[in-house]
């Protein structure tokens, strides 16, 4: 099977851990050339070992929340290869948790600029480049968070990000660019130097919660696989959701907060499905995907599809059905055949019902079989 990203150039940004990483290193194994960014120069060691590898990956400094470093990353991206095909845009993360009374308008202000203006920026910046080359695709990293606890300014970010991606989905379908969003739920790992991410207040969106796991992080590649997917914002199947919880200390002088998986109900998270094992712990399940014909195919034939069925019948036989052939098709016929009354009668019949069963028996086999089979 041939790859599917090869010869594609990719800019991954917040791509120095966690998610961005992943990613980076599943597409360099599917054939990306890779523009790996990131404010932290960890960045600089991710590119060398996808080099080692034998990947194409050029390493990008940039403080992405400012519009001159997201312009600068892409000039930098089209100026190595020539192209910009995909853009994953991973910049984000909460830097505090708590209720939104405890926000300072600063904090907020650092919410914002962290986890949204990363994503509009580099939007901004790519789409001259995708619109002169008539195609592209941008992935950007949401959250679950949209509709979660002690995180508003964060949640208000990612919905921007969400509101965005639509938007931009429609303006730009012309020019053969799909724009889609991907919702990871909370994710766990350490980073490689929590200090220097801390301080910095930029870092890569979530974290890899099992490096033995892929398919995580291939969900962020989802969007990638449908030519026809644009303007969707999709949760990330078999990522744990969290709640963080307000905690008072015994002193009552500060507050602080704590993170609890409850086993002792089921954990609230809107976009992501979870269940509980045998061994009472927390186990993640794929969401579902229904298709409807298959349903329907499968379906049993029940009392209410008997009564769909009578109803149906009594408005084709008293409804129009009678007024058009009794009424203007059958006189024209008995005048022309010399047909008398007892005959032509017989005639309407034989064709109302005729064509009831026919509807009803052709009909469903077509549906089951095809046209081609049932004729």
Not at 45 to 66: F, H, I, K, Y
Not at 262 to 267: C, S
């Amino acid at each position: 099977m041939t790859p599917r990203f090869t010869a594609k150039v990719m800019v991954v940004t917040g791509a120095a851990q966690g998610i961005g990483k992943r990613v980076a290193e599943l597409a360099a194994a599917e054939g990306a050339r890779l523009v790996l960014v990131d404010i932290a120069d960890y960045v600089q060691g991710v590119a060398a070992e996808l080099r080692d590898q034998g990947a194409e990956a050029l390493a990008v400094q940039a403080n992405l929340e400012t519009w001159e470093g997201a312009e600068m990353v892409m000039a930098r991206a089209h100026e190595q290869y020539g192209r910009i095909d995909i853009l994953i845009n991973n910049v984000g993360g909460t830097i505090w948790a708590q209720p939104f009374e405890h926000y300072q308008p600063e904090q907020i202000q650092k919410e914002i600029q962290r986890s949204l203006f990363p994503t509009l920026w580099c939007c901004r910046a790519v789409l001259p480049y995708m619109v002169e080359q008539k195609g592209g695709a941008i992935v950007n990293v949401s959250s679950v968070a949209t509709r979660g606890l002690m995180r508003v300014p964060y949640g208000a970010a990612k919905a921007g990000v969400n509101g965005m991606t639509v938007n931009l989905a429609f303006e730009y379908a012309e020019h053969n660019i799909r724009v889609n969003a991907t919702a990871p739920g909370g994710t766990e790992a350490p980073p490689a130097d929590p200090a220097q991410y801390r301080s910095a207040g930029r870092a890569g969106e979530g974290l890899v919660p099992d490096p033995d796991r892929p398919d995580q992080c291939q969900q962020l590649h989802a969007p990638l696989r449908h030519p026809g997917r644009t303007g969707r914002a999709d949760p990330v199947p078999g990522v744990r959701c969290r709640q963080l919880h307000h905690r008072h200390h015994p002193s009552g002088s500060g507050r602080g907060l704590r993170v609890r998986q409850y086993r002792d109900r089921p954990l609230v998270c809107p976009l992501v499905n979870t269940t509980e094992d045998n061994n009472n712990t927390r186990s993640n399940r794929p969401m579902r995907n229904i298709d409807v014909n298959d349903v329907i195919d499968n379906a049993s034939f029940n009392g209410f599809h008997w009564k769909v069925l009578f109803w149906c019948t009594l408005i084709i036989i008293f409804d129009g059905y009678d007024l058009v052939i009794y009424g203007v098709v059958l006189p024209l016929l008995m005048e022309q055949w010399n047909l008398n009354p007892y005959v032509a009668g017989l005639l309407g019949s034989s064709a109302l019902f005729g064509m009831m069963f026919g509807a009803m028996g052709f009909g469903m086999l077509s549906d089951k079989w095809g046209r081609k089979k049932s004729f």
